[in-house]
Nanobody, 121 residues
Framework: QVQLVESGGGLVQPGGSLRLSCAAS???????MGWYRQALGKQRELVAA???????NYADSVKGRFTISRDNAKNTVYLQMNSLKPEDTAVYYC????????????????WGQGTQVTVSS
């Protein structure tokens, strides 16, 4: 069974930092992994993504503040979030593209359950 298990969310003050983790299990391979977020009443948006080769892509709103990284051996992707702002408040979702599961199933996209990040004083 494929699982994307996210952790690291929580409540932080403006200017603070959080580190999100997403560990994939039950898989053979994944192409790109990324983080999306959805604020209340808004559409889900890409925050950052990283390919299996390490190429990264960031939303303009987080460039210079967030860093995505990946440990292919552990099938884990991380999102280091610094200088957090209230507008970063959202549910953050882990995404895996082109996922091949140990069961032999192939998924174009697979999502985690989400983790809440709240930036507030």
């Amino acid at each position: 069974q494929v699982q994307l298990v996210e952790s690291g969310g929580g409540l932080v003050q403006p200017g603070g930092s959080l580190r999100l983790s997403c560990a994939a299990s039950g898989i053979i391979s994944i192409d790109a992994m990324g983080w999306y977020r959805q604020a209340l009443g808004k559409q889900r948006e890409l925050v950052a993504a990283i390919t299996s080769g390490g190429r990264t892509n960031y939303a303009d709103s987080v460039k210079g503040r967030f860093t995505i990284s990946r440990d292919n051996a552990k099938n884990t992707v991380y999102l280091q979030m610094n200088s957090l702002k209230p507008e970063d408040t959202a549910v953050y979702y882990c995404n895996a593209d082109k996922l091949l599961a140990r069961t032999g199933h192939y998924f174009n996209a697979y999502w985690g359950q989400g983790t809440q990040v709240t930036v507030s004083s």
